[in-house]
Nanobody, 122 residues
């Protein structure tokens, strides 16, 4: 089973950048697509980005396209989310998870990490 730990969150001003990391334990991590989701207070968890097993294919939510970049380092068993041009509406707890299905939906992901808080001030 894969265990995931997110890090890199924090407080940043609007327009700033952060890089989140999702570190995995377990030899099978490289066998999975990996996704990032976020959840703001009072809202459902929403899809942010997804990267394929070998990193050749990525998918982004429209709200972050052109600002966020997902990548992975197989040797380090880590997936990253580079977040640029941050906006106050990006404020949320960010989670990573492994894909068990093909949809950009919470139901198609498993082995969720504990999350890392990102706060963007205006």
């Amino acid at each position: 089973q894969v265990q995931l730990v997110e890090s890199g969150g924090g407080l940043v001003q609007a327009g700033g950048s952060l890089r989140l990391s999702c570190a995995a334990s377990g030899r099978t991590f490289s066998s999975y697509d990996v996704g990032w989701f976020r959840q703001a207070p009072g809202l459902e968890r929403q899809f942010v980005a997804r990267i394929s097993r070998r990193g050749w294919s990525t998918l982004y939510a429209d709200s972050v396209k052109g600002r966020f970049v997902i990548s992975r380092n197989t040797n380090k068993n880590t997936v990253y989310l580079q977040m640029n041009s941050l906006k106050p509406e990006d404020t949320a707890v960010y989670y990573c998870a492994v894909a068990v299905g093909s949809r950009p939906s919470e139901a198609d992901f498993d082995s969720w990490g504990q999350g890392t808080q990102v706060t963007v001030s205006s």
